[in-house]
């Protein structure tokens, strides 16, 4: 039964795209590097989330340096992209289905 860890405050990473592709969608599966010492459980269904990536600030630049090409850099917030089924879960790592991909 898919279900929320109990530790809200798992931060980890993918580690790998089991078919070694840089990418994973829907049905893929993905090894992360959290596991049974983070509170993870077979079942647990965890977010993914992309990086933000980092974008030229032009909201509050003047006329002149809008026309520029020296802005100062942001990076955008992170963004939700795809939701992983646990199914196997060892002391530090764990393998799970891509079960939602927004990308």
């Known amino acids: 039964m898919p279900s929320a860890p109990t530790n809200k405050d798992i931060n980890g990473r993918v580690v790998a795209v089991v078919d070694g592709v840089y990418v994973a969608g829907k049905y893929q599966v993905l090894a992360v590097n959290r596991g049974k010492r983070d509170g993870l459980i077979p079942g647990n269904v965890l977010a993914i989330f992309d990086q933000g990536e980092t974008v030229a600030d032009r909201s509050n630049a003047s006329f002149w340096r809008r ?28 393998y799970g289905l891509v079960v939602e991909s927004t990308r």
């Open 67 to 94: 026309n520029a090409s020296n802005y100062e850099n942001v990076r955008l917030p992170k963004e939700r992209s795809a939701s992983v089924l646990l199914f196997t879960v060892n002391e530090r790592m764990s």
